[in-house]
């Protein structure tokens, strides 16, 4: 399915998306019915559980999906946003067709049933949101090697580093202090997958970015 956008812009705030996405998850046929569990949203990404029960009073039967010992099962859905000239579109996948955002969170995951085919799209795509959600999220002061080494901008390489942080106005930034070169890079979190913590020492402030400032005075 293609992108969809609102012309008459009555989505404009995250409550109104919220509700938005709580309604595209809400709905009836001749033989099933589904409602929203729980939604998050990520970036300008929405990740959703949502619970399908049978209109009659028999179990639901699912190629995909394990139903529960409540006779229901819970799919995760995807939801992509965007504003083009003010007016909010959305492009919805369900888990299973293999959608390439996967940084749902665990309360999200949690909530989904099992799925008969551990080879499928959901299986793998579900496997992509636990490896996010699984790097760290590192401390002032921790020193922390990275699984291989990182090409720079000005083409020198990094695989040690100890975080710290910055500040742009009143806003803290996370930075790293490499030590290879002792400067300050920022790393996206994607470069931090599969890393490992050396040592931890924390920190007041930040004794690191002290250090390397006092290192730049003549």
């Known amino acids: ?14 409550a109104d998306e919220k509700a938005e996405i709580t309604r595209l ?6 033989t099933r019915r589904t409602t929203l569990v729980k939604v998050s949203k990520v970036g300008s990404t929405w990740y959703a559980a949502a619970k ?3 209109c009659d009073a028999g179990p639901l039967v699912d190629r995909t999906y394990v139903t529960d010992k409540d006779g229901t099962f819970t799919f995760g859905a995807v939801f992509l946003t965007r504003y083009d000239d003010g007016c909010w579109g959305y492009k919805d996948m369900e888990e299973s067709a293999g959608p390439c955002e996967s940084r749902a969170p665990s309360s999200i995951l949690n909530l989904l049933s ?8 959901a299986h793998a795509w579900r496997q992509r949101c636990r490896d996010w959600a699984a790097i760290p999220d590192y401390a002032e002061g921790d020193k922390i090697k990275l699984v291989s080494p990182v090409t720079l ?3 020198s390489t990094c695989q040690i580093v100890t975080a710290t942080h910055y500040r742009r106005g009143r806003q803290k930034r996370r930075c790293y202090r490499t030590l290879e070169t002792g400067g300050l890079v920022r790393l996206s979190k994607a470069l931090l997958a599969g890393s490992t913590l050396i040592n931890r020492e924390m920190a007041e402030g930040s004794a690191v970015l002290a ?4 290192q730049q005075t003549p």
């Open 1 to 14: 399915m293609g992108w969809l956008f609102y012309t008459d812009r009555r989505v404009q705030t995250y």
């Open 25 to 30: 998850c809400t709905f009836e046929t001749d």
């Open 52 to 54: 399908v029960v049978a």
């Open 114 to 121: 099992d799925l008969k085919d551990p080879d499928s799209y």
């Open 153 to 155: 901008s000005d083409g």
């Open 211 to 214: 250090e390397f400032f006092a």
